[in-house]
């Protein structure tokens, strides 16, 4: 079944704990990106993957860090998370571009005291 | 990139026709315009794209002016399962970034 899959889906944490959350596609997608969800401002871009090794920031970037080593992964990393950082984030995969249909991941809903 | 305004929430009844319009006045050329539906807890899916006139599927119909300042996305005869956030993007051709905006919350009731 063609899937985007995070983990973990429900993470609690203290401030400064460095976390990661994964993010794996098995439909062969060159583009790939992650988003926080809070409530009022809808969906916010954090980073975006054009493909292997070729990343970029989106609109909310600060705090945050990913790598694409493979084409078929995407984490997400946290190095010192703070309580701002509390929000639900979802990751995404395209074919090919951002104008291609995004398909997106269950959500992580990330708490951090 | 193409800034869309959509409008926070709208009620409906179960059985009525939903209109949503989104605003993007700064609409490139090359752009397409793409709806999205969020139910609670999940991530969003893809409902329908189209680049001018008049899309339709299974699940909505697309209408889009000429000069494509804006488009309405129409769900047909709502039920209460289609309460949901729905989304307007446009994805710009120059640019791998994408904004999705806050939606419109749709609440349909019975």
């Known amino acids: 079944e063609a899937q985007v899959t995070q983990n973990p889906r429900y993470l609690i944490t203290v401030t400064g704990k460095k976390l990661t959350v994964t993010c794996s596609q098995n439909?062969?997608?060159?583009?790939m990106s992650w988003y926080r969800q809070d409530p009022g401002l809808g969906l916010r871009q954090i980073y975006y993957s054009m493909n292997v090794e070729v990343t970029d920031k989106g609109d909310v970037p600060e705090g945050y860090k990913v790598s694409r080593k493979e084409k078929r992964n995407f984490p997400l990393i946290l190095e010192s998370p703070s309580p701002n950082q509390t929000s639900l984030y979802f990751c995404?995969?395209?074919?090919?571009?951002?104008?291609?249909?995004?398909?997106f991941g269950p959500g992580t809903r990330l708490l951090v005291l | 990139l193409a800034k869309t305004t959509q409008p926070i929430s709208m009620d409906s009844y179960e059985g009525q026709e939903v209109n949503i319009t989104c605003s993007h006045n700064n609409i490139a050329t090359n752009d397409y315009i793409t709806w999205y539906q969020q139910f609670p807890s999940q991530g969003p899916r893809f409902i329908i794209q189209g680049y001018k006139t008049k899309v339709t599927n299974e699940v909505a119909s697309l209408f889009i002016p000429a000069d494509r300042k804006s488009s309405t996305l129409s769900l047909p005869r709502v039920s209460l399962s289609d309460t949901a956030v729905y989304y307007c993007l446009v994805a710009p051709s120059n640019d791998y970034k994408l904004s999705f905006g806050a939606g419109t919350t749709v609440t349909v009731r019975a």
């Open positions: 995404a995969s395209s074919s090919s571009g951002n104008e291609e249909t995004q398909y």
């Open positions: 439909m062969n997608h060159e583009y």
